[in-house]
Structures are given as C-alpha cells and as structure tokens.
C-alpha cells in the first residue's frame, strides 16, 4: 500500500476486496450470486483433496442468506486463514525424467506488478495479470489454478487473464477452501503441475498473487511432453 496517505490508516485485506468487489458490482462485472457459485463449486471441488479446509456440497442460495462480513462480501467469499506449507522440486531434462514418468515442463513464467496506490488503479481491472499471462503465454491451457482469495476476485481474473468456460478453474477447490498464508501461490503451482503429472491435462495455468486487489501477479504455464 502507499506507505504515506493508505498503510497508516491500517486497512485490512478483506476491506480492502470488499472495495474492489463493489465496484465490479456497481459496473455489472459480476453479482452476488456469481460469488456464491464460485464459493460452491469451489468447496464441491474440495470434496476430494485432503489438504482442503472447507469441504462438502453447499448451494449458492444458501449462501446468499449468510451476513455480510464486509458488504459485499460474506465468509464464503473469503479464503480461511490456514496455516501449512509447499516445497516444489525442480529438475531439468533428464533429470527431471528419471524423477517423474510425467513431468510438468515449465513453458512460460512472468511476474508484473501494478501500482501501490490504490487510488491510482482501476480495481475493477488487473493490467498486471493480462500482462504476465500475454507474456507466458497461456493458449491452449484446460486447466487453471487461479490465487484468488476472494470469489470477485475469481470472476475479475478469469476476464482478465481471458480464460473461457471450457478452461476448468481449480480443480483442486483453490485457495477458498485452503489458504496457508505465504504459500498459497505456490500451492497453484503445485496443484496444476499435478494435472499434468498425473495425465488429465496437457497444458496448465499456475497463478499466484500478492499485494492488496491483485497488486502483483505471477503466471506460469507448465505441459506435458513426449
């Protein structure tokens, strides 16, 4: 945050989305009940990784009669505090082989990074996530483990990183069902270089963020190959 005229008035994170989620509804971006339908879908996909904290079948409707934690958003449109931790192993060429029947080839990575101020930002846009994801190169991807800890937060950088509806969004229930903090990023990495390793996908989408409303982002394509 601007250290001067935002960081000394001590807003907190979810504050900071609730603002960023309203604007997206004020503009049509996205409504409540998309939100509700990714905090569902994302706990449906929970079901089957242990790792996950929030699990189990949920209807959005039911969702939408909770209270607000910070209009416009509820708990479910907020990732848990979790604690946990990731390692990723690199290896290259053979290597990388003898270590794993399948690996996940890194093809792309980019890292962009937009202004601290928020007053200077349209928060209904991430310029820096279409940035890293032109810049990786992410066509063809059927697979996408999205950082997003909060449900507008999804919707914004699906439009932004110009993914469309056949593009499977974390499989793995994503960061709104498990969020150790500081490792959650990498966490996406991870989860999506084990769709490749295990033969469901050909080609992923890695995303991870930091900084308040998506100040930073981070892209990274991983692939099988023969």
Sequence with gaps: LDPYTVAPLWP???SIAALQA???LDRGLWSEKEMAEVAARSRADA?????AQLTGAVEAAALLEEPYL???LRAHDCAPVTDGAAAVLLAAGDRARELCDRPAWISGLEHRVDSPVLGGRDLSRSPSATAAAEAAGIDGVTVAELHAPFTSQELLLRRELGLSDAVRINPSGGPLCGNPMFAAGLIRVGEAAARVMDGTAERVLAHATVGPALQQNLVCVLEGRS
């Excluded at 079901?47 to 790792?51: D, F, H, L």
Aim: glycine fraction near 8%; charged fraction near 20%.
């Design 12 to 14: 907190d994170s979810v």
């Design 22 to 24: 309203r604007v997206g």
């Design 47 to 51: 079901a089957a990784n242990p790792y």
């Design 70 to 72: 910070a209009d416009p």
